[in-house]
């Protein structure tokens, strides 16, 4: 438990807390002093006194906040490691997008690799965001007016052991299902005059190919009056056991560029145990229906799945690899609230899931992908990260957008979450629908009103 002279910090620390096995056990008090410009503070830690000091400037009083943050975090993260004999891939990073920092980094001092090695990121991490953010290169743009509209689809033939979304079985949510698309459709009309420039669409969830195919072709018709420049267009297929060549037919007959088959093992065994009802196999035939197509596809790989050893994960790669997709998205096990699998966090040794990573950036630069995107959450196995691979030329927009926050975000369905982008005020406003579908359900005049205020 960490008590801070700000509770806002109290929770900062605790997420440093949480890198480290057995630390959240520790009686640890914080407390600011003031010192000048120096950003100064003390740490007591099972009765042992820690001071620290930083020098920084901070010209305004949200810069004041953030550096005391960064700071504290920093100093913790340096007692903790040092009492712990371990270091972490990402430092004292906390946050779920480092590449955010670097941007900002850059525009502050030209430069990122020096501000991220005072926070105890990795080399190799330093690398990566360096590479990403050359991946990003000429899709990145913070600029007002931009959009991309993202469309929730909560249904899956069943919930996998470590997922948190509210998706549950199509069998018992089915009887949402004619409610729901009538309200898409009502969210989606009155989105039309709510953005300028629209640059991607994504239809996820979920598994959007649970739906039967005339459920699916009135999503795609609701959609079609917004996409008339012929953005990019992603439907999230998802698992083999769902798709069919009808719904690929109805992808390419309303223009779809791009589709996502979740793979997230090649291992029989692993997609038993995370309750798939498919084979490896099935996955692969997927694949080959959708080859025809001339979609750009991505797999998602998932590292540190249940008992899934090195040698299964390196198989999974391999065979992602082989397959060929335009691109390969490697997860790193994250267990939230919601999961089946939450109290299950110590899976993997750490270092079988830094050998998982390694392995995986290894092969996958050999084979011509490169690192586009990526992006942290809490109770990430080993405090790794997820990284989205592409070839070149087949970076997806929509990822990059949603990652670097670079561009207003008109979300419709449940569990969505609509975002604008204030550039010259440097903040973000948020709308989230709620997740219960029957909820969800009630409030579509009050979400569609809300956006109309949000981004009207």
């Known amino acids: 438990m960490v008590e801070s002279a700000f509770e806002w910090l109290s929770q900062e620390l605790m997420d440093v807390c949480r890198l480290f096995e057995g630390a959240n056990a520790l009686p640890i008090s914080h407390i600011i002093k003031e010192d000048g410009a120096r950003f100064a503070g003390v740490f007591c830690i099972d009765g042992e006194t820690f001071p620290y000091s930083y020098e920084d400037t901070a010209r305004t009083e949200t810069e004041q906040k953030s550096l005391t943050k960064r700071y504290a975090k920093l100093a913790l993260y340096k007692i903790l490691s040092e009492k712990y004999h371990k270091t972490l891939p990402w ?3 906390t946050g779920i997008r480092p590449t955010r920092l670097a941007y900002a980094s850059i525009e502050k001092t030209g430069e990122f ?3 991220f090695r005072t926070l105890g990121v990795s080399e190799e991490n330093i690398a990566l965001t360096a590479r990403v953010l050359e991946g990003q290169k000429g899709i990145y743009e913070r600029r007002e007016g931009n959009c991309d509209l993202f469309v929730s689809l909560p249904f899956c033939p069943t919930k996998c052991v470590y997922c948190s979304f509210i998706t549950a079985p199509i069998a018992a949510t089915r009887k949402f299902m004619p409610a729901y698309l009538s309200a898409l459709e009502r969210e989606l009309k009155a989105a039309k005059h709510l953005y300028q420039n629209l640059r991607s669409v994504y239809i996820g969830g979920g598994t959007p190919f649970v739906l039967e195919a005339e459920e699916l072709e009135r999503v795609f018709q609701a959609i079609a009056p917004l996409r008339e420049n012929g953005c990019e267009y992603t439907v999230e297929a998802g698992r083999p056991d769902v798709f069919t060549e009808e719904k690929l037919d109805l992808c390419k007959k309303y223009g779809v560029t791009r589709i996502c088959i979740n793979a997230q093992s090649f291992s029989d065994r692993t997609l038993a145990a995370i309750g798939r009802k498919h084979s490896a196999e099935d996955v692969v035939r997927a694949f080959e229906m959708a080859k025809p197509y001339g979609f750009d596809t991505n797999c998602d790989l998932i590292a540190g799945l249940t008992g899934e050893s090195l ?3 390196e198989n999974s790669v391999d065979t992602a690899i082989g397959l060929s997709p335009e691109n390969i998205t490697v997860h790193t096990l994250c267990l939230k609230k919601g999961a089946k699998l939450k109290e299950e966090t110590e899976t993997l040794s750490e270092g079988g899931m ?3 990573i390694a392995y995986s950036r290894e ?8 690192p586009y995107y990526l992006y942290r959450q809490k109770y990430m196995a080993g405090a790794h990260e997820n990284t989205g691979w592409a070839k070149p030329q087949k970076a997806c927009v929509y990822n990059v957008d949603v990652m670097e926050e670079s561009a207003d975000n008109l979300a419709v369905g449940a569990n969505a979450i609509s975002k604008r982008v204030f550039f010259g005020e440097g903040r973000i406003e948020r709308l989230a629908s709620p997740k219960d ?3 969800f ?7 569609i009103e809300g956006k109309n205020k949000l981004f009207g």
Not at 363 to 370: I, N
Not at 441 to 447: E, I, N, P, T
Request: hydrophobic residues 50%.
């Open 91 to 93: 430092g004292s990073l």
């Open 354 to 356: 830094s050998a998982m």
């Open 441 to 447: 359900l009630a409030k579509v005049d009050a979400l």
């Open 437 to 439: 579908l029957p909820t």
């Open 311 to 313: 040698e299964e994960f």
């Open 363 to 370: 092969k996958l630069t050999a084979a011509g992908y490169a």
């Open 113 to 115: 690799e020096n501000f």
